[in-house]
Every structure is written in C-alpha cells, then in structure tokens.
C-alpha cells in the first residue's frame, strides 16, 4: 500500500530547505503530540516552526500532508535492524525498540494521535499504513534468515512474525495503563518466536505477504 504519487512536502530536497521541513514536520509532531489532530492548524504550525505562513499553504497545502509527510519522515529516521544471529533475539531487538518509541513522554502520544486519525481520514490511514509497510519490510529479513537457519519452518510469512512481534505492545497503549516496559517487549518477541517455530505462520497461498 503505497501513494501514486509525492504530495506536496513529501520530496526530501537539501539546504534550507530541507531545514524549513526539518522545522515544520517538528512543529507538526509537537502539535500533534499537545492537541491531536482535530485542532492541528497550519498557522499555529508555522508559527511554531518560525516560518512563513505562506512556505506551509504552498509546499504543503492541508495538515493531512503534512501528517503524511511526518509518517514518511519518521519512517526513513526508524533505527535498521538488528541481527543477532537468532529469531529470537532478532525479535527481541524489534520489540525494544517498539517498546522504547510508544514509552517515549512524545513520541507514545503522538502515534496515538496520529492513529486516532487514521480512523476517520483516509489519506491518514494511507500514511500510516505506508509506515508500517516500509518498518514491516526493514525486519522481514530476519525471519527470512530464520527459515534459511532451520529455525522456522519453510512457509512461514516473515511480515505477520513481524506484525505479531509489536500488535501486544500497540494494544497495551491503546487499551490500557499498565506499564509498557522492556519486560512487555520481550514477552512478546518470545511469543511471537514460539508461534513461529510451531509453524503457526505457515500461511496458505491467500495469506503471503
């Protein structure tokens, strides 16, 4: 799932002005971070970024660009993988870092925010589901390696290990108050280790990814 095209924004120029994006799509996250989507407004953001107002209207036109364009943004600033030379600790690895990013006091109220929006607007969702690709497919490689080492069996789809690997840790953020800690992390990479070694992830034809 991807888009047909950049939005305007989304083209990662240099000089200043990659440095008036750098500002605004930190501007962005602030907002979203204090006030949510509903209430993010282009003024306030450039004001914050200490830009023209009309350097926004222009590069970026709506506050849903400028969502897609922060997505695409922390997408391409995510840590690579780490490979360790076992799915489990491979595993392990991805969910820290999960863990790490949703516990952070800015970055944890900012997916909420921003998943909160990709419910009722579409290009939103788009963008969002256009970040999970991009992180999905960084990872994938390391249950590939696993089924290469005898770990897994063959047929086993490394995107839902993966996607299995952080859905606990984005359903304790999101539906509860108890703490998302390193202990969280590593109960869920063992998890997910444990299903695919079962074979639970052999998928038929329908499922691959």
Known sequence: MGFEGPDPGTIRPGG????????????????????????????????????????????WGTVTALVADLLLDMAEQSLPRTETGSLLGDLQANARLVQSTLADPRQGPLFKAVIAAATCEAKTADALHRFYEIRVKEWAPCVQQAITRGEVPEGTNAHEVIRAVSAPLYYRLLTSSDPLDQAAADRAAEAAAAAARAGAYVLGDEGRA
Not at 29 to 51: P, Q
């Open 16 to 59: 200043r002005t990659a440095r008036v994006r750098a500002s605004v799509l930190q501007a962005t996250g602030d907002a979203l971070t204090e006030h949510g989507f509903a209430h993010l407004d282009l003024a306030d953001i450039a004001r914050r970024a200490e830009v023209g107002k009309t350097t926004v209207y222009r590069r």
